[in-house]
Antibody
Framework: EVQLVESGGGLVQPGRSLKFSCAAS????????MAWVRQAPKKGLEWVAT????????YYRDSVKGRFTISRDNAKSTLYLQMDSLRSEDTATYYC???????????????WGPGTMVTVSS | DIVLTQSPALAVSLGQRATISCKTN??????????MHWYQQKPGQQPKLLIY???NLASGIPARFSGRGSGTDFTLTIDPVEADDTATYYC?????????FGGGTKLELK
């Protein structure tokens, strides 16, 4: 059974940093591209970043480029998101999601974790 | 970015058909595939993939769910609607980066 479990969210002040992770199990992690998708409170879904199967290519939405870094450790079957220079508009539930292929082509998300909440506030 | 437009809400009766639409401002077809996908999200839960590439049923999803469309116009149909189907439904395109989602359609029972 595919499982994705995020951890490390919480309350952080504007301008500070936060890094959280997603532990994957039930599939060969190194065979799939992975992504982070977020959802602000009472709002819709918003793609944040994608990393291909071996970590050699990454993609970001414009509003997080230069501030967020997606990475992965295939030996540990773990996905990460390092968030720097956080802003109030980054407040959201962050979901770890799996792409169906090794690269991002086709581009949908076939499995999602339960999410971790990040609140950016002073 | 490609913009996806969905109606905010839809109310249907149990056992009836629900049709949820999604319109895009750019063609999302490419080399014979329509890069449109559908998700269901219940309150407090993560989204679940229902339909991928416009018309393919995801694993474990009942055949009451179906998708169709091409180009810029897509629909998700639930027939017949069951009580457990009350949720918000999102369309998503992956023709271009960034992948974008519609605003969601909240399905309620009459």
């Amino acid at each position: 059974e595919v499982q994705l479990v995020e951890s490390g969210g919480g309350l952080v002040q504007p301008g500070r940093s936060l890094k959280f992770s997603c532990a994957a199990s039930g599939f060969t992690f190194s065979d799939y591209a992975m992504a982070w998708v977020r959802q602000a409170p009472k709002k819709g879904l918003e793609w944040v970043a994608t990393i291909i199967y071996d970590g050699s290519s990454t993609y970001y939405r414009d509003s997080v480029k230069g501030r967020f870094t997606i990475s992965r450790d295939n030996a540990k079957s773990t996905l990460y998101l390092q968030m720097d220079s956080l802003r109030s508009e980054d407040t959201a539930t962050y979901y770890c999601a799996r792409h169906p292929l090794a690269n991002w082509r086709q581009g949908y998300f076939d499995f999602w974790g339960p999410g971790t909440m990040v609140t950016v506030s002073s | 970015d490609i913009v996806l437009t969905q109606s905010p809400a839809l109310a249907v009766s149990l056992g009836q058909r629900a049709t949820i639409s999604c319109k895009t401002n750019q063609n999302v077809d490419y080399y014979g595939n329509s890069y449109m996908h559908w998700y269901q999200q219940k309150p407090g839960q993560q989204p679940k993939l229902l339909i991928y590439l416009a018309s393919n049923l995801a694993s474990g999803i009942p055949a009451r769910f179906s998708g169709r469309g091409s180009g810029t116009d897509f629909t998700l149909t639930i027939d017949p609607v069951e009580a457990d189907d009350t949720a918000t439904y999102y369309c998503q395109q992956s023709r271009n980066l960034p992948p974008t989602f519609g605003g969601g359609t909240k399905l309620e029972l009459k």
